[in-house]
């Protein structure tokens, strides 16, 4: 089975280059904010998608367990080396088109800065859907193509594109800005209520940035209580609830093969392997790589 593709960040210094030295201290002072807003306070095992070098995983401590899923394994190295390794933390290298974990897994699910790099979100999020219990809360953000910048770019005759449109739009590649109705058509056709959402980032601009983070940070929070339900910002936060009746998590029989969806897959460390089609996933440096090779 041929899956769309991934953004890779393996070998990349994007958490050093983008977050610790690009001039980041706002952005993520504001995701923090939207965060907290929606986050549950509490849970038993939460599933953070595109998690990186897990610079938001300290920010998920009300819950006893967190799987940590990315692509690169030298984006979950760094975040092993941020967190240390614990048995509060799994970290999993695996294709968000082939989530290997079963059903009722997590309580709670988490993707952030992740859904621009996908050019089938629909796919990518019927495969969180499939792994989480009912009632779990699902945190979604994404790239917001229908934001004041573009609007006004458009409304002048610099951008081609029409905000106002409700196909996504490729900027560069794999990298996608989408209209917030049809993020909202994808996840209620797969079975998500949304309860919040929260306007992030209207203040990215440089001129803006000049402000001690203190005072910028005043204003965003201020921006977002009085103006999140217009959607106009760079960045929007959705809390979403998975339909279905809640249910034990499956704690034990908790690994599906990627690969042809045999259920349940045993974890066996330092290798994994499926009883069904035969593949072996190994676990190396505290890192499961579920990452299906095609033949």
């Known amino acids: 089975m041929t899956t769309p593709p991934v953004c890779d960040y393996e070998g990349s210094d994007y958490q050093q280059r983008f977050w610790e030295e690009g001039g980041r201290a706002y952005e993520d002072q504001a995701e923090a904010s939207a965060l907290k807003k929606l986050l549950p306070t509490n849970g038993k095992h939460l599933l953070e998608l595109g998690a990186g070098a897990g610079r938001n995983t300290p920010r998920y401590s009300g819950f006893e367990q967190v799987t940590l899923v990315d692509y690169s394994t030298t984006q979950l190295s760094q975040a092993i080396e941020r967190l240390g390794k614990s048995a509060r933390y799994r970290f999993i290298a695996a294709d968000i088109y082939r989530l290997p974990f079963g059903p009722n897994s997590f309580d709670a699910a988490t993707m952030i800065r992740t859904l621009h790099h996908f050019s089938a979100p629909e796919k990518a999020l019927a495969q969180v859907k499939d792994c989480l219990a009912g009632g779990a809360v699902f945190i979604l953000e994404f790239a917001n193509k229908r934001n004041l910048k573009a609007l006004l770019r458009f409304l002048?005759?610099?951008?081609?594109?029409?905000?106002?449109?409700?196909?996504?739009?490729?900027?560069?590649?794999?990298?996608?800005?989408?209209?917030?109705?049809?993020?909202?058509?994808?996840?209620?056709?797969?079975?998500?209520?949304?309860?919040?959402?929260?306007?992030?980032?209207?203040?990215?601009?440089?001129?803006?940035?000049?402000?001690?983070?203190?005072?910028?940070?005043?204003?965003?929070?201020?921006?977002?209580?009085?103006?999140?339900?217009?959607?106009?910002?760079?960045?929007?936060?959705?809390?979403?609830?998975?339909?279905?009746?809640?249910?034990?998590?499956?704690?034990?029989?908790?690994?599906?093969?990627?690969?042809?969806?045999?259920?349940?897959?045993?974890?066996?460390?330092?290798?994994?392997?499926?009883?069904?089609?035969?593949?072996?996933?190994?676990?190396?440096?505290?890192?499961?790589?579920?990452?299906?090779?095609?033949?």
Not at 213 to 220: D, F, P
Request: hydrophobic letters at 35%; one cysteine or more; a positive charge.
């Open 156 to 295: 002048i005759g610099r951008q081609k594109w029409n905000p106002f449109a409700r196909e996504s739009v490729e900027f560069t590649e794999l990298n996608f800005d989408f209209h917030p109705k049809s993020v909202r058509t994808m996840l209620n056709d797969l079975g998500f209520s949304i309860e919040r959402q929260v306007s992030v980032s209207y203040l990215r601009a440089g001129m803006f940035k000049r402000l001690p983070i203190g005072l910028l940070m005043a204003k965003e929070r201020v921006l977002q209580n009085l103006f999140s339900w217009t959607g106009y910002s760079p960045s929007i936060f959705l809390r979403t609830v998975s339909s279905g009746v809640p249910a034990t998590l499956s704690e034990v029989q908790f690994f599906r093969c990627p690969a042809c969806g045999h259920y349940p897959l045993e974890d066996t460390p330092p290798l994994i392997t499926c009883d069904s089609c035969g593949r072996s996933y190994p676990v190396r440096d505290g890192i499961y790589d579920f990452r299906v090779k095609e033949d």
